[in-house]
């Protein structure tokens, strides 16, 4: 049986979304599991052992292509390589227009999505068959993906995020730690203050505050880490917290390996925090605008700071610093 998951964005999303495929080859090892995914969260994919095949469908790209026949070119490649891999199956757990069209190119016999009510655009279940209403006990967004797997009579859910290790990665990451003079023994806290939209973001300076005070009141070791667009203020942070250093630029691989080796991590509802989850990592999440309960870290371990009024800068210092203490506690 040949099954297509179409998951293509965000980084947190794909992550939640691998127990998926790890769930289809527990029950049919046998089983050829492609991914449909965005470009830069293909580099997560590929590798892991639930995952036979990944398909690049770098929408973002496409859009932005120069001359336009470029990115014309690239989506008829992935039409054509959905068309011909002889699916029986696709999931299309984005609930969006453009996944659902992937799903209906793999002209598999069974297309499963969601029912209207979780689904992000309406459209989207014109392209499936199969409509899937998660139960109510459903609430975090990994169980309802998983409950994609019903019509196929999967009920073993077992959750398993299984991130593949990336040995070249695991070595950066332990040079770029015993360059700052980090050991083996040392507890280490990473701290992310990006996300993708500003609303997700908790403010700098109170990031700074917690990196601060965070290496005087527990004894670990801070790393700041960051991505595109978010050097400025993970610098700023470290400027102003003695003790912390900032990561160097890292690739998605590169952040496995950091969480592999922390204690705990500290950030906003972003993919980094999912990464750490998925990894075991205790983690510190911080959610304003969107639910700790539906989107929060998941596993056991982990504490959730939901802001009451929506607002992702409402949240304290010192919530967050007792937050992490105790996950610290916890944890030793």
């Not at 029950?27 to 995914?37: D, F, L």
């Not at 199956?89 to 979780?118: C, H, N, P, W, Y």
């Not at 990006?194 to 997700?200: L, N």
């Amino acid at each position: 049986m040949k099954v297509a998951i179409v998951k293509l964005s965000s980084i947190g999303d794909v992550v939640h979304a691998l127990p998926v495929a790890i769930a289809l080859k527990r029950r049919w090892p046998a089983v050829h599991v492609t991914w449909v995914a965005e470009a830069r969260e293909a580099t997560l994919l590929r590798g892991h052992a639930a995952i036979d095949e990944v398909i690049v469908a770098d929408t973002r790209g496409w859009r932005r292509s120069r001359p336009r026949r470029r990115g014309l070119r690239e989506a008829l490649r992935v039409a054509r390589a959905l068309r011909s891999g002889g699916f029986d199956v696709a999931l299309d757990l984005q609930g969006l227009l453009k996944s659902g069209v992937l799903a209906a190119m793999t002209r598999g016999r069974r297309r499963i999505g969601f029912a209207s009510e979780f689904r992000r655009e309406w459209l989207a279940g014109l392209f499936v068959r199969e409509r899937v209403r998660p139960s109510t006990m459903a609430r975090h967004v990994v169980d309802q993906y998983l409950s994609l797997l019903r019509p196929l009579g999967i009920a073993d859910l077992a959750v398993e995020f299984n991130l593949p290790t990336d040995v070249a990665a695991d070595v950066r990451a332990e040079e770029f730690l015993a360059d700052h003079g980090i050991k083996p023994r040392d507890r280490l806290v990473l701290i992310n203050p990006g996300a993708a939209r500003v609303d997700k973001r908790w403010p700098a300076e109170s990031f700074r505050a917690v990196a601060r005070r965070i290496g005087e009141e527990s004894g670990v070791r801070a790393v700041v880490v960051w991505g595109p667009g978010e050097e400025t203020d993970a610098r700023a942070i470290v400027a102003g917290a003695t003790g912390a250093f900032l990561a160097p630029p890292t690739t998605l691989r590169d952040l496995v390996a950091l969480s592999r080796r922390a204690a705990l991590m500290i950030a906003g509802d972003t993919g980094p925090l999912h990464i750490a989850a998925a990894l075991g990592v205790p983690c510190v999440g911080l959610y304003g605008p969107t639910s700790g309960v539906r989107n929060g870290p998941y596993g056991r371990g982990h504490r959730v700071l939901q802001s009451q009024d929506g607002r992702i800068a409402s949240i304290s210092v010192t919530s967050v610093l007792d937050a992490a203490s105790r996950a610290l506690e916890d944890a030793a």
